[in-house]
């Protein structure tokens, strides 16, 4: 055999090796490729989440408010704390007449300075001096314990103190009596001191609460926009969501005749009022139960809807709420969800979820890289997600902790089979 046949026959043998080779190689790729690329599969593992269909809107609060007004122009006297619960019958604040005991004040005070001068010119007698002004120091504890017993209107410590201070003074009278000219001027001007205070006792104007609730200082000047007399007869163009501006009275020295010092509200029931679509206004109906959240602190509460009035762009949506007012009774305008209906199921993206052979599902790969259809039921979807539970009539249905592909790419493929 020649060196040429020779070569010939080498490169023969080589292109045979090389062909089965390449064989091999194929055979390979096409059994193990479609698990080497299922496993670098991007996929989301699916959990069980508890989804709501809302709304999401601002809403009015309306209270069951009684205002009271100054009676008098005056300073204020507070009993209560803001936010406290009282019942019916108690004294809220009382409102003194201020230009008329300031001047009684003033007299008062000169008065004392008067008696002092005196007590001071009787040098001669040290005791009498002693007593005297011991006798006037308790009888002015007396009338001033006699002062704030009017403003609880406690008749019986009244009379109590009532009658130490007729002893106090009888006695006071006596050692006056006794000592000339210098007590029984002393006395005088006690006498006149007492007529003063009575005034000032008689321009307290004590002001009561008619009902049970709780006490607030707080105005907004909504509080006659918004009522539980006109809430029903409220059009979407009455909900006013701007914020107002709120008075403290608490922080105000005095106050004019008329002008709103205090408030109850009777803590029961409670109201929102809230403009909504006219689209979303048709999944609602009057008299239905329904839940709003408080966004605020995602406080849930259970309500019912009073009211729908309609326009021609919107509706106002009236909910009556039985609870919790002592946490938002300040708030004038809240955020709120309607939540029209919950779901509980597995939340699978959009764009997982594929049919085929006429069966909605989605493509799940297990730890083996065995990547599977599966169907599911939606019971909820929305642009990216939707809310699934496992289909029933079908043994190969979805289930908590698959891992479902997303990939796009990977679908295809695998629908293309």
Known sequence: MSKQQRELKRKRKRTVKLFFLIIVTLYILFMFLPNLYSSKAQTILVKSEEIEKKIESKAITIKDETIYEAKSKGKLKFYHNEGEKISKNQVLMTQANLSNIEDYEKEIDNIEKEIDKLNKANKSNTLFNKDFKKLEKEINEIEKNISEANEKENSKEIKELENQLKEKQDKLKTISQQNGFMGYTTRQLINQKEELLEKISKNNNSIVSNESGLVSYLFDGYETKYTVHNMTNLNPSDIDIKKPQVKNIKKISDSSVGDPIVKVIKDFKWFIATNISIEDAKELDEEQSINIRIKKDNKKINGKILKINTSKKNALVLIELDSYLYKYYKDRILDIDIILKEYHGLRIPSKAVVEKDDVKGVY????????????????????????AL???????????????????????????K
Not at 392 to 399: D, G, K, L, V
């Open 364 to 387: 799940t790969k297990n730890v083996d890289s065995i990547i599977k259809f599966k169907s599911i039921n939606v019971i909820y979807s929305e642009d990216d997600f939707v809310i």
């Open 390 to 416: 496992p289909d029933e009539t079908n043994q190969s249905s979805i289930e908590a902790y698959d891992e479902v592909i997303i990939e796009k790419n990977i679908i295809e493929n695998y629908m293309d």
